[in-house]
């Protein structure tokens, strides 16, 4: 979809609330999103919450007379499908937080341990590095948390930036510096 179309669809539902068209143009990339992301973090796939965050994500868009859609910046970069993804990644991280899955490790701190059937013989010290790894993250912020979180997911620096209101750059840096964090203070316990 070209930019000008973008931007005669979001007019249209701003302006004219007349938005049956965004949410045509953009239901399956929001189905995607929301699938990816519970793929990502782990969570089972229930058709009946894969709809219910689809349509959260829409309700969020239109909402407050449209006021995240009205937040939307053509000039800064994002197109409005990214905007869209951003804000469909967001939602679906919040209904799995509500249901468990908010750490690392799976629903409520919860691992695996299928994962660690591949070599048996190593299983209490993947155990102990994913229990570090737990450990370590409770020295960063929570901001540091969500960012990390959000690379691990694959999403990339630019869209993470618009969440928490920062730069790529300085994204960039600020991942590094988490990283090296958390790393020392694994190496130092």
């Known amino acids: 979809m070209t930019r000008s179309e973008e931007r ?16 045509e143009a953009y239901w399956k990339l929001v189905c995607a999103t929301v699938r990816r992301t519970f793929r990502l973090k782990g969570a ?3 058709q009946d919450h894969l709809e219910e965050v689809c349509q959260e994500v829409f309700l969020q868009l239109l909402d407050d007379n449209r006021r995240r859609l009205r ?6 970069g994002h197109s409005l499908a ?4 951003v804000i469909a990644t967001h939602a679906t991280l919040n209904f ?9 490790m799976g629903q409520k701190g919860r691992m695996d341990l299928d ?11 993947d155990v102990l590095g994913k229990v570090a790894l737990n450990t370590a ?3 960063v912020s929570q901001t540091d948390r969500i960012i990390l979180r ?9 869209d993470i930036a618009v969440i928490v209101d920062s730069t790529e750059a300085a994204i960039h840096n600020r991942i590094s510096r988490i990283k090296k964090t958390l790393s020392d203070f694994i190496d130092y316990r």
């Open 82 to 85: 990214r905007w869209i993804v």
């Open 71 to 76: 937040l939307y910046k053509e000039g800064e």
């Open 150 to 158: 959000l690379h691990r997911f694959g999403m990339p620096a630019k």
């Open 8 to 23: 005669k669809i979001l007019n249209q539902c701003i302006k004219k609330n007349r938005c049956d068209k965004l949410v």
């Open 44 to 46: 089972p796939l229930v």
């Open 115 to 125: 994962e660690f059937q591949k070599d048996p013989a190593n299983l209490e010290s």
């Open 137 to 139: 993250l409770q020295v």
């Open 96 to 104: 799995l937080r509500k249901r468990g899955f908010d750490s690392f």
